[in-house]
């Protein structure tokens, strides 16, 4: 495709008309790229803010297709939805490189390491090296999702709740009818059409039936009327206020360190309040029933574990110490719930998995050649990304990464071999982690990494530096591909190009290479990384399980809570696995492992504020939802919140760079605030 076409004047296109003989790259625009771009830029520097902080990133798929679709209407003619997926597309590959490369936990973790205990001393790199790090796990996952959209979206059509409700947001601005799925939506998304408008040749003699699809009608009109109208006002008073927020934050510490239980707690117990939007924002994106669980685990870890740990003598020093105090020791119970969940969850996914691969290789029953297979496939080949590009991408992509990181980390570190087992490894575990996204709407990449790291404890043993790096590997193939086929299934429904999807990935993950690594290497400057400002909590969940597999010593103690916790935690995934199987309506209820146990890694500061933003969104769709726009405008307002701290944190950086210290400790009485002196 010519540089001459993709830069084109635009013409106006209906959005509604997707012709199967149009351009094969109609969407793949100069303009689509820029956008998808800036977004993703603004949440590389927000996710690695946040997820240095408390190990938590957001995807944001379906905030950047709809900040895109507010920043296209500036544009002399608007994007077309199409384009509005490329920008989705890019935005999203751009933004999530600080989990997949690992910024926001690998790096951190060599970091940490120490001579006597690990056989190997920290490792920093350099911003060059960390960029060389970032290009070998870049595209593995890009060029891997091409073939596993075909599997699990075209021919076992799995429902990817959230790249279904960013394809029906898509829908309700673009003047589109609803994509034609009945699928299962993302938890907490209120539906915004109705299986009247999904089916128009129903026809029903029920007045009521009739008045409430007129209702459901008028709701989808009326959000994007309200959204089009109000949507920059409501985007822009929400990022002013929480941008506003976290500048007197850095200039008045104690903002975002309340101490509303005490002082006295707040200071050696660490229970104090952080009323930061951005919290607040994500709990709304995240959902009642997950900040519930959050919150469940930080009581737990936080009010029980934690000083019944310190008053026995378990971890006796300070409370926040990740190696001998009581942060420390309930990390590990909080390693034995994640690891626990995330494998009884997988349980099914791999008995699926083992079961088609018997049934694709094994002996051929009588009729099967008899019966042809079915091609579910939508679109033209000029529009699907040819084998050959995967094939040669694959294969490129596995050996460039290996020489890199043998480049970056020498023989000592890691043996090319074993990278190369840890690609392989990523391979199968993207297909594991895929299913379960699409069928749960959560990548258990955490759990997967784990997986890969009690691999490499057999491959490589005592090595703590290959177990980190090659667990790296592996989980940053399965976090990339799951993240992408997200889009690939919004752009499935809306019917936009997978070719110019696949452009926008790439495109998105080469930029993201280089500010991620530049935004890493500028906070490593300015502050302590982990430390008071930025703990990077799963740092200490990667290096300790290294730790744990080299040695195999524990806290004291902690054995018995990590068996208890790891079969309380394994029984209640197994139990949500069934219901989910079943479609009980009560499943979100039942707690969630993996974010009952970020309840113990973060302080209780950060789990507060955003069980905040839970409850708001819980009321809101139970009450206040009933009026147009309102679950458009909340995302909008949520969108704002997050991103307005994760761009201002970037001032913060600069002022923090240039020794531009705080204006007061006024209310802190030392040892409240974050990184403070006292």
Known sequence: MGIWNWIRVRKPQSCGDVSESRSSQAEFTFQAVSIGLLIGCLLCFTNLYFGLQTGWISMMSLQSALIGFLLSKMLPTPLSPQEIIVVQTTAVATGTMPLAAGFVGILPALGLLEEEKDGSPPIHLSWLAAVGWSCSVAFFGVFLSPPIRKQVIIKEQLAFPSGTATAQLISVLHR??????????????????????????????????????????????????????????????????????????????????????????????????????????????????????????????????????????????????????????????????????????????????????????????????????????????????????????????????????????????????????????GGLLSILGVRALGETDLNPVSGLGKISQLLFAWIQPGNVVANIIAGGVAEAGAQQAGDLMQDLKTGHLIRASPRAQFYGQLIGSSLSIVVSATAYTLYQRAYTIPGPSFPAPTAYVWLSLARLLRNGQLPQNSASFMVLFAIIFGTVAAIKVMATQRNHPYTKWIPSGIAFAIGFLNTPSFSLARLIGGIIEFIYHKRAAKSGGADIRLIVIASGFVLGEGVISVISLVLKTYGVGVASCWGCSGGICAGCPA
């Open 176 to 425: 589109m009818p609803p994509p034609d799925t009945t699928l299962r939506r993302r938890s907490g998304y209120r539906a915004i059409d109705s299986e009247d408008l999904r089916d128009p040749t129903a026809v029903t003699d029920e007045p009521e039936n009739n008045q409430e699809a007129a209702e459901d009608d008028l709701d989808v009109h009326d959000e994007r009327d309200v959204v089009q109208r109000e949507g920059w006002e409501d985007l822009l008073s929400s990022f002013l206020a929480s941008g506003a927020m976290t500048l007197a934050a850095y200039f008045f510490p104690i903002v975002f360190a309340i101490p509303i239980f005490g002082k006295y707690l707040a200071r050696e117990w660490l229970w104090s309040f952080t009323p930061s939007l951005s919290y607040v924002g994500q709990g709304i994106i995240m959902g009642f029933p997950t900040t519930l669980s959050m919150n469940l685990g930080m009581l737990v870890g936080w009010g029980i574990l934690s000083p019944l740990s310190k008053h026995s003598g378990w971890a006796p020093g300070p409370v926040g110490d990740m190696s001998i105090g009581a942060r420390g020791w309930i990390l590990w119970v909080s390693l034995a719930i994640m690891c626990a969940d995330s494998l009884v969850s997988l349980l099914p996914l791999v008995y699926e998995f083992c079961t088609k691969l018997v049934a694709l290789y094994g002996p051929a029953k009588s009729g099967d050649d008899e019966e042809p297979q079915e091609d579910y496939e939508v679109e033209t080949p000029d529009r699907l990304v040819p084998m050959k590009w995967v094939i040669n991408g694959l294969i490129s992509s596995i050996c460039v990464g290996t020489i890199l990181v043998w480049i970056v980390f020498g023989n000592d570190g890691i043996k090319p071999w074993a990278t190369f087992i840890g690609f392989m490894m």
